[in-house]
């Protein structure tokens, strides 16, 4: 997989994701960790990549509200309208 590929597919499946969190429970605001959906797409976990998306994403203005814990450990955001329009133009 391509990095583009990645980066197009990730943004699909926090859609995915976001869409299943808010159906799940209203009050989660359709938040959603990156680096778990990210690292159910790689086969090898490459951290990196998924941060990169997610900065990429966040300058496009499909994502809003990310949370970067000291601990590294989860990537909390929040997909927006545009990045929803975008990843279902996508596929």
Do not use: C
């Not at 995915?16 to 690292?39: C, E, I, W």
């Amino acid at each position: 997989m391509t990095y583009t590929q990645f980066e197009d597919e990730l943004l699909v499946e926090l859609v995915r994701v976001a869409d299943a969190n808010l159906a799940a429970n209203p009050n989660s605001h359709g938040q959603v960790d990156a680096l778990v959906v990210g690292k159910q797409l790689l086969s090898t976990i490459n951290e990196q990549w998924i941060n990169d998306a997610v900065r990429g994403f966040e300058q496009a203005g499909y994502v809003r509200n990310v949370s970067r814990p000291l601990s590294g450990a989860t990537l909390f955001l929040m997909v927006t309208g545009e990045g929803r329009r975008h990843a279902e133009a996508l596929g």
